[in-house]
């Protein structure tokens, strides 16, 4: 369950608006991710909102954050430390259709993208350090490789574990494949990282 406070589409279009890279609404679909304060480690305790210029879609539950398991392991697949993306940031068309992994439809990076490397071993997800830039597969995906609509209907992930190590990751299969089935009419997709803010 996310721990995120709710906003409304205004709140979130006026501090969209006020951060960092920001040059104009898109006016097509795109995300906008909020990464709660309390980080619960290991938890999907984020949320994405979807718009279509400044008309809110639909929102959703996820993770910002990488997984307890990213952040403790990454010595298997990267020495300087887990990605974790730098939030209140503008990401300008950042993914483009495609699949994660080979296996399920996704958003995946097609630019530049702002990110962090956590390398102090506890499972928290920090923003710490150098701020590093390029890409290096930080996706827009849900936590299931199963396909069978029954199932997808009722599935929800409740641990992130290897689902991200830097990855966007929503938990919701039902809610990500509604997310796919409108925006895949576009070929890119912007996102917008926010940190919980006061509204």
Request: glycine share 10%.
């Amino acid at each position: 369950m996310s721990n995120v406070r709710s906003y409304t589409d205004k709140q979130i279009l006026t501090r969209a608006k006020s951060t960092h890279g920001f040059k104009a609404i898109p006016t097509g679909y795109w995300l906008c991710g909020i990464r709660s304060t309390e980080d619960q480690s290991d938890n999907y305790d984020d949320k994405f909102y979807l718009f279509k210029g400044e008309t809110f879609i639909c929102v959703t539950s996820g993770t910002t954050n990488p997984g307890k398991w990213g952040l403790l392991n990454f010595a298997t697949y990267n020495p300087q430390g887990c990605a974790v993306v730098k939030a209140d940031e503008w990401y300008y068309d950042l993914w483009t259709q495609g699949l994660h992994k080979g296996k399920m439809k996704a958003w995946v990076q097609f630019s530049d993208i702002l990110f962090y490397r956590d390398n102090n071993k506890n499972d928290k997800s920090e923003e710490i350090g150098k701020v590093y830039k390029g890409k290096i597969g930080i996706n827009f995906h849900t936590c299931t490789y199963e396909k069978e609509p029954g199932i997808l209907k009722k599935f929800i992930g409740w641990i992130i574990g290897k689902w991200s190590e830097g990855c966007q990751v929503v938990n919701g299969a039902y809610d990500y494949y509604k997310i796919i089935e409108l925006t895949f009419v576009q070929p890119k997709m912007s996102y917008c990282l926010l940190k919980e803010f006061e509204p």
